[in-house]
């Protein structure tokens, strides 16, 4: 099991950033992601990132957002510039199944979740 804690949320005008983080303790998982679900929707995959380095974001971020890790320090992160209201939503990091062998973006490859942390954007 892995415990991920994440932080950085906040308040923020359109056109601002954020840098959002999530630090994982316990077995480490090939796969980490960043989720979204704003009041009354689905969560939302934003982006992915495997232990090689490879990445993956969503079409409605890119360009925007950009998903990292240190594997060192077990932490993601997301780095989300040019916010939009529509951003507004509170943010979740997730660990992969073990056997995830792919860059996803579906809810249902991830087992572990943290409590997430709030992002909003005022227009």
């Known amino acids: 099991q892995v415990q991920l804690v994440e932080s950085g949320g906040g308040s923020v005008q359109a056109g601002g950033s954020l840098r959002l983080s999530c630090v994982a303790s316990?077995?480490?998982?090939?796969?980490m992601g960043w989720f979204r679900q704003a009041p009354g929707k689905k969560r939302e995959g934003v982006a992915t990132s495997g232990r090689d380095g490879t990445t993956r974001v969503a079409d409605s971020v890119k360009g925007r957002f950009t998903i990292s890790r240190d594997n060192a320090k077990n932490t993601l992160y997301l780095r989300m510039n040019n916010l939009k209201p529509e951003d507004t939503a509170m943010y979740y990091c997730?660990?992969?199944?073990?056997?995830?062998?792919?860059?996803?973006?579906?809810?249902?490859?991830?087992?572990?979740w943290g409590q997430g942390t709030q992002v909003t954007v005022s227009s």
């Open positions: 316990g077995k480490s998982r090939n796969y």
């Open positions: 997730a660990a992969g199944v073990w056997w995830l062998d792919r860059l996803s973006l579906f809810s249902f490859d991830y087992s572990d």
